[in-house]
């Protein structure tokens, strides 16, 4: 069983900058692939970044490549999600996941592991 716990969410202006954490319990954490995804009120839950395992091959859409960057940290369990040039439209819950298969890393359906969320709101 893997657990997941965020930090780091909270409130900043248009074009700032905040990195999100996620602490991982479990002796597999660098086995698995990590992801990030964010869900807005009254929206599905939306792919925002993904690592694999060794060697760390990241994954973004569209909407956040050159803005976001996920990096792991596997002596620390933890991965990261830098996010910069922060707009109002990606204000959202951002939840942690955690994934026992190297594949698939896109739907959220692909993930094994959650996080409780944390909130990340951009004013205008």
């Known amino acids: 069983q893997v657990q997941l716990v965020e930090s780091g969410g909270g409130l900043v202006q248009a074009g700032g900058s905040l990195r999100l954490s996620c602490a991982a319990s479990g002796r597999t954490f660098s086995t698995l692939k990590m992801g990030w995804f964010r869900q807005a009120p009254g929206k599905e839950r939306e792919f925002v970044a993904a690592?694999?395992?060794?060697?760390?091959?990241?994954y973004y859409p569209d909407s956040v490549k050159g803005r976001f960057a996920i990096s792991r940290d596997n002596a620390k369990n933890t991965v990261y999600l830098q996010m910069n040039m922060l707009k109002p439209d990606d204000t959202a819950v951002y939840y942690c996941?955690?994934?026992?298969?190297?594949?698939?890393?896109?739907?959220?359906?692909?993930?094994?592991?959650w996080g409780q969320g944390t909130q990340v709101t951009v004013s205008s």
């Open positions: 996941a955690a994934g026992r298969n190297n594949y698939h890393y896109t739907p959220a359906n692909e993930y094994d592991y």
């Open positions: 690592i694999s395992s060794w060697p760390g091959i990241t």
